[in-house]
């Protein structure tokens, strides 16, 4: 049953698409992005990789710091301070490389652990890390807690993006992200969640990546 589960899981995500809606994508260091300034092509910039102090540089308006913000809310500053120097201009940011991001998925998966997620940071991709889901996994009741936050965990249906398609349900992980699959849909969040988020329950289960 668990070799079956894991064939699925690879065809899915061979079949879903290669990027992600990423606008709930945190920016950081490591990332490396692309701008581009709508009819001002000496503006474009091909590759912008934010530097450890979470800044770019975008001539003309100098040094920007990005980290925290998504790519809607850079395009947005970087339209607001370039309008300063041009007419209404259009600015698209997009992430050409995503940095690494550190991830934990638990629960009712083959591999509990800490993984370092590439390229893209998104559900499916976290489940894969893990190997799959096991038999017993409850596929109604997914949660992820974003960054150790002990409120409002994300509920997922993964049969909304399994059976019907619905890559909105695929979501953009960040950094300390905890993807939880339940298996009796009796979840608990003081119970189930809050040992996780617990730091030093962290460092001394999670303190490595899980290396298989």
């Given at each position: 049953m668990?070799?079956?589960?894991?064939i699925?899981?690879?065809?899915?995500?061979?079949?879903l698409?290669?990027s992600?809606n990423?606008?709930?994508?945190?920016?950081?260091p490591g990332?490396?992005?692309?701008?581009?300034?709508?009819?001002?092509p000496?503006?474009?910039v091909?590759?912008?990789?934010?530097?450890?102090?979470?800044k770019?540089?975008?001539?003309?308006?100098?040094?920007?710091?990005?980290?925290?913000?998504?790519?809607?809310?850079?395009?947005?500053?970087?339209?607001?301070?370039l309008?300063?120097y041009?007419?209404?201009?259009?600015?698209?940011?997009?992430?050409?490389n995503?940095?690494t991001?550190?991830?934990?998925?638990?629960?009712?998966?083959a591999?509990?652990?800490?993984?370092?997620?590439?390229k893209?940071?998104?559900?499916?991709?976290?489940?894969?890390?893990?190997?799959?889901?096991?038999?017993d996994?409850l596929k109604t009741?997914?949660y992820?807690i974003?960054n150790?936050?002990?409120?409002?965990p994300?509920k997922?249906n993964l049969?909304?993006l399994?059976?019907?398609g619905d890559?909105?349900?695929?979501?953009?992980?960040n950094?300390?992200d905890?993807?939880?699959?339940?298996?009796?849909?009796?979840?608990?969040f003081s119970?189930?969640?809050?040992?996780?988020?617990?730091?030093i329950?962290?460092?001394r289960?999670?303190?490595?990546?899980h290396?298989?």
């Amino acid at each position: 049953m668990k070799q079956w589960s894991m064939i699925f899981l690879c065809i899915l995500l061979c079949v879903l698409p290669a990027s992600v809606n990423a606008g709930d994508y945190a920016l950081g260091p490591g990332d490396t992005l692309a701008v581009n300034v709508f009819g001002i092509p000496d503006l474009n910039v091909t590759e912008a990789t934010v530097r450890p102090d979470g800044k770019i540089t975008m001539p003309p308006v100098g040094e920007i710091m990005v980290t925290g913000m998504t790519v809607a809310e850079l395009s947005s500053q970087l339209t607001e301070k370039l309008g300063r120097y041009y007419e209404e201009p259009i600015v698209t940011v997009t992430v050409k490389n995503f940095r690494t991001t550190r991830i934990y998925v638990v629960g009712q998966v083959a591999k509990p652990g800490a993984y370092e997620l590439d390229k893209r940071h998104n559900l499916m991709d976290a489940i894969g890390a893990a190997q799959g889901w096991t038999q017993d996994a409850l596929k109604t009741k997914v949660y992820i807690i974003r960054n150790g936050s002990r409120e409002n965990p994300t509920k997922v249906n993964l049969l909304d993006l399994l059976q019907k398609g619905d890559t909105s349900k695929n979501y953009v992980l960040n950094d300390g992200d905890i993807v939880y699959l339940s298996d009796n849909g009796r979840f608990d969040f003081s119970r189930d969640i809050v040992p996780l988020v617990n730091p030093i329950w962290l460092i001394r289960n999670w303190i490595s990546p899980h290396t298989g």
